[in-house]
């Protein structure tokens, strides 16, 4: 500042063109942070694009489907599309910041030129000795660096951090469960007795759509349930609101007559166990992949009744390292297992977690009818004292629960046992039934 009053002070208009000249070089600092925050933001988006496609591409998940329909080909093509497209974005940023430092740098040496011939005269008529003309020049050069490069990087850094800001606020701003990954309370004294929905209505965060609409049931602990409809009726969210996983929802669920809203989280977790449709599948060790039921404290008893239970003794004893052996493909000693081994594995997780409420959310969806029947029924054998919700589509399964829930347009459109449900003439279940055993 001090060296732009002593330039003003013997030539005005230097001065004032050095002033001039900041005002553009800070508004396009400014453009230019906000422009290249969101071509970074694009372009990461593209990036996660073709990352998943490298993933189809790489990971041995997909190497049966990647054979069979032969897809490699055209998604290794999109993978380069879209890798151009990203690298074209990121070019543009850097062509723009490159190109922005260079025109800065001319201009800084053109103005700088200037000041400096706007100040020759005063040192050739002698009113400014040859000192201060060199600390003059130094300082106009300076300043000429700190307007045309410094300033405008940070106020393009700052411009460009308020973006990230904003997008940061708005992420925050979204509803979290705060509790989320509290760890399960398994020091609780529960004793399940019953399980009510009055007037549920529920539509999942930013939709339109009601997935259940003043749905009321209760199921109790002396029971089992199994609930059935057709392909997104709602069963599996009917489970999710069990858990906890959502509170924005219209009406009340009770466990044991307490709103569950009003559970810790911890020890909703703790009650409730679930094997879901697509469970994981860790690549650890058989014993593992059990004892992560019950965050991997290791009972021997038990776990040797479980593995017995699920049928899976024989096949351990077969085992190189038996239930110490790695499952998957990541160690060299680790063993591949088939569909139906992990599914008893993920149901022998759930029998050692201890949880009172036992869900199946069609966990065994991969197996044949009879073979998912079996499954079942092994279920129903083992888990006598554990009150047990089923879900399926094979309602050759659903009917050995003690009662079924049909879900229907967000309802619980009929409940009963599987004879009471088949008297009703033209019911949901009946002809679900009729059509599922036609097939057979
Ligand atoms: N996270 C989500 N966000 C938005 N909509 C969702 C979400 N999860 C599920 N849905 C929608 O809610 C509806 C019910 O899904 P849900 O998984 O509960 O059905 P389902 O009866 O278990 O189906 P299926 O028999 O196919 O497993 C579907 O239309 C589905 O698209």
């Known amino acids: ?7 003003m002070s013997d030539t005005l208009w230097g001065g004032v063109i050095l002033l001039l000249v900041s005002v553009p070089f800070l508004i396009t600092a400014q453009k230019l942070g906000i ?45 380069n599309d879209l890798n151009d497209e990203s690298f074209a974005m990121e070019a543009k940023i850097f062509t723009r910041v490159f190109s922005n430092l260079k025109t800065g740098s001319v201009v800084t040496i053109v103005v700088s030129g200037l000041i400096i011939a706007m100040l020759l005269p005063s040192l050739h008529n002698g009113a400014m000795s040859i000192g ?8 106009v050069i300076n300043l000429m660096q700190l307007i045309g490069w410094q300033l405008p990087y940070i106020i393009g850094d700052n411009a460009r951090t308020k973006e990230y800001l904003k997008d940061l606020n708005l992420f925050f701003s979204l509803s979290s469960k705060t509790d989320a990954c509290v760890i399960p309370n398994k020091e609780n004294k529960f004793v399940f007795q019953s399980i009510e929905f009055r007037n549920v209505s529920f539509k999942y965060p930013n939709t339109e759509n009601y997935i259940l609409y003043n749905c009321s049931f209760v199921m109790y602990s002396n029971k089992t349930y199994a609930l059935v409809g057709v392909n997104g009726a709602g069963k599996s969210t009917i489970i999710k609101l069990i858990l906890g996983m959502y509170d924005e929802y219209n009406g009340e669920i009770f466990i ?23 469970f994981a599948t860790y690549q650890i060790s058989l014993k593992e992949n059990i004892t992560l039921g019950n965050n991997l404290i290791y009972n021997n008893g038990k776990f040797e009744k479980i593995v017995q239970d699920v049928g899976l003794t024989d096949f ?34 759930l029998l050692y977690s201890n ?7 069609e966990p065994t969806a991969a197996l044949d009818p009879i073979a998912e029947s079996k499954v079942y029924e092994m279920f129903h054998t083992l888990n006598k004292d554990r009150f047990t919700i089923y879900i399926t589509h094979r309602l050759g399964a659903a009917k050995m629960s003690d009662e079924i829930l049909v879900i229907h347009n967000g ?3 009929e409940s009963g046992s599987h004879n009471e449900l088949m008297n009703i003439k033209d019911g949901i279940y009946s002809v679900m039934f009729n059509t599922q055993k036609s097939w057979y």
Request: no cysteine; charged share 25%.
């Open 1 to 7: 500042m001090s060296i732009l009053i002593i330039i």
């Open 35 to 79: 422009q290249n925050y969101t071509l970074e933001k694009n372009a990461k988006a593209i990036q996660r694009k073709y990352n998943n496609i490298a993933h189809i591409l790489m990971d041995r998940t997909f190497a049966n489907e990647r054979k069979l329909f032969g897809y490699s080909k055209k998604l290794q093509q999109r993978y």
């Open 132 to 139: 201060i003309f060199i600390a003059l020049v130094n300082g």
């Open 256 to 278: 044991n007559n307490k709103d569950i809203k009003t559970y810790d989280y911890s020890m909703l977790k703790s009650i409730i166990a679930v094997v879901f449709q697509d």
């Open 316 to 349: 351990i004893a077969t085992l190189k390292n038996n239930s110490d052996t790695h499952l998957g493909k990541l160690k060299q000693d680790s063993i591949d297992i088939s569909g139906g081994q992990w599914q008893r594995i993920a149901i022998g997780r």
């Open 355 to 361: 949880a009172p409420i036992n869900i199946l959310d």
């Open 411 to 413: 309802k619980i459109a």
